[in-house]
């Protein structure tokens, strides 16, 4: 009998050793698969405290009425990990009705992004009325912007602080003025003389573009979604930036990052330092927030998109450390062999 | 004046302008609001124009080569004309919705489905995608041949791959071993990499400063 088992095991073990690229790769390939044909489970992971403090940010931003500049800058080849994080922070600022501006550092995701924006909005509307989230009132896209592409906010931002947005980005993606929508009015400042018709921004004041129009101090957050970050050096100009301090000196902007998993370790000090509100890591990072928002709201249109991502990726990740736990097994059988025949036992 | 010293007195006076933008609020408001802001629409206005030279530069010079590929029938010229067919396909798409008719603040806002955001939605997005996941199968087959413990530094290490593979599938993301990676993330890997990156900024300080002074050598500082 026992022979019998040790042949068996010596039999897997060998066949251990044999493995190669050539069943790997196939048995990968049906596992990542496996979530479409069997369908989507439901997955709980318990939220990180780099999860959690974009997520209270956010709602802190939903109580204040402080809107969120959203910096969209994945690529389509990072989408599996971006796109599910960007879904889930578009669904929780539209269902706490956190104004946002959108801008796009890549051209296809300027596309994307938009596209997911508007299915969002289409399902609070179809939810809750057409008044429940407008464009232009409680989000607004400002396109794909080449000379932003990379970042090098050292450049950009005085240039914005200097000219404010409204006359920093002109139009929205389909080239409308900026200033005919509610959004880039300041919080507070006094309704337009005459509304519904176009502001003329030539003959208004310096002074009253500064108070009419939005400034970037405003922002009580900015956002960014990328594959890997540019928000790094953001954080020493706003930081450093008297124009965007508190009476405390601290800064009244908050920065949030959504990025690959393998890159969100390299901005953990920023986070641990406070600099950082928070960090979305990869798929795990959307699936962790996906989580908050079902305990406080309920399920949105963000889970199902989370789910089809979450999925293959824990069945992937389970793979990988199989394979890690297989390649062991066969070098420790290998040093056990070699210990044995240095001692002179054979096998 | 050598070319050398041209490049030097730009070099300097660009990095005059960022030193100046960090210090004029400290030192005068006034200042800031008579002098640093129009430099800046200046200055920005310049790194525009730069910036779509070098671009302009970089269209034309891969419409040179693989033009002169396909031309000459140069070894694999199919893939240079799929390329340039490519390029002006998307260069055109692009072209017609930025021509094309801007609406009214009243329109509805809905999916414009126009040439440009097919190739995006339709081919590019997917084609993308598809290069990336190839990854997946790279990771696995490297974690099997490569990924082994060969010592007690590797075993450790190996010890904490694990713990983040577990906890980075929700299925295995038992409390416990969250808690253990949520340790390692913001103490162990966050002082690892803040001693990393003081190591490199200040590596990156030193080179800014020696290239602001003009002190540093190189293809960009000597004469050709």
């Keep these: ?270 986070f641990d330092s406070g600099a950082l509100c928070g960090v979305l890591a990869g798929v795990q990072g959307a699936a962790e927030y996906s989580e908050l928002l079902r305990r406080k709201y309920g399920e949105g249109p963000s889970s199902e998109g989370v789910r089809l991502r979450a999925n293959p990726y824990s069945l992937g990740v389970l793979c990988v450390l199989a394979v890690i736990v297989i390649g062991n097994i066969s070098t420790l059988r290998k040093k056990i062999r070699e210990w044995r025949q240095a001692r002179g036992e054979g096998e | 004046m050598s070319k050398v010293r041209i490049i030097r007195i730009v070099v300097l006076v660009a990095g005059i302008y960022f030193v100046a933008v960090f210090l004029a609020e400290g030192i005068h408001a006034g200042f800031d609001k008579k002098w640093i802001k129009p430099a800046t629409k200046i200055y920005t206005d310049v790194v525009r124009v730069l910036g779509m030279f070098a671009i302009g530069v970089g269209v034309a010079n891969i419409f040179m080569v693989h033009t002169r590929r396909v031309v000459r029938l140069h070894k694999n010229w199919e893939y240079s004309l799929v390329l340039l067919t490519a390029f002006l396909v998307v260069f055109a798409s692009a072209v017609l919705k930025w021509i094309g008719p801007s609406s009214s603040p009243d329109t509805p806002v809905q999916h414009v489905g126009d040439i440009f955001e097919f190739i995006i939605t339709r081919i590019q997005v997917h084609m993308n995608s598809t290069i990336y996941s190839f990854l997946a199968f790279f990771v696995t087959s490297a974690a099997l041949r490569a990924f082994r413990v060969r010592g007690t530094e590797s075993a450790i290490m190996m010890v904490a791959a694990v713990i983040v593979l577990l906890s980075n599938a929700p299925e295995t993301n038992f409390p416990v071993i969250s808690e253990v990676r949520e340790w390692l993330d913001l103490n162990l890997n966050a002082a690892v990499f803040r001693a990393l990156q003081f190591g490199m900024l200040l590596g990156s300080i030193t080179v800014s400063l020696r290239t602001w002074l003009g002190i540093e050598r190189g293809a960009l500082f000597e004469e050709v």
């Design chain 1, 1 to 270: 009998m026992s022979n019998g088992v040790s042949g068996v095991l010596h039999r897997v073990f060998d066949a251990i050793d044999n493995l190669n690229y050539r069943i790997v790769y196939p048995v990968l390939a049906v596992l990542l698969a496996l979530p479409f044909i069997v369908g989507h489970w439901e997955s709980r992971p318990r939220p990180r405290k780099i999860t959690r403090g974009l997520f209270d940010v956010i709602e802190e931003c939903a109580e204040t009425g402080k809107p969120v500049l959203l910096v969209n800058a994945w690529r389509m080849s990072s989408r599996g990990e971006n796109q599910p994080q960007f879904e889930v922070l578009v669904d929780h600022m539209m269902r706490r009705k956190v104004k946002f501006i959108m801008i796009s550092l890549e051209p296809d995701t300027a596309v994307v992004g938009r596209s997911l924006c508007l299915d969002i909005q289409r399902y609070y509307q179809e939810e809750y009325g057409e008044d429940y989230i407008q464009y232009g009132r409680d989000w607004l896209d400002l396109d794909f912007q080449l000379i932003y592409q990379g970042g090098y906010w050292h450049i950009w931002i005085p240039n914005i602080k200097a000219d404010g947005l409204v006359k920093s980005f002109n139009t929205d993606y389909e080239k409308r003025p900026l200033e005919q929508f509610p959004i880039m009015r300041r919080p507070g400042a006094p309704p337009p003389e005459h509304p519904g018709e176009p502001v003329d921004l030539e003959t208004l004041s310096a002074k009253d573009y500064e108070e009419q129009f939005l400034r970037l101090g405003d922002f009580g957050l900015i956002l960014e979604v990328h594959f890997t970050y540019t928000i790094r050096d953001l954080i020493g100009l706003v930081r450093l930036d008297k124009d965007f301090a508190g009476p405390d000196g601290e800064p009244t902007i908050e920065m949030g990052l959504g990025t690959v998993n393998m890159v969100a370790n390299e901005m953990l000090p920023y």
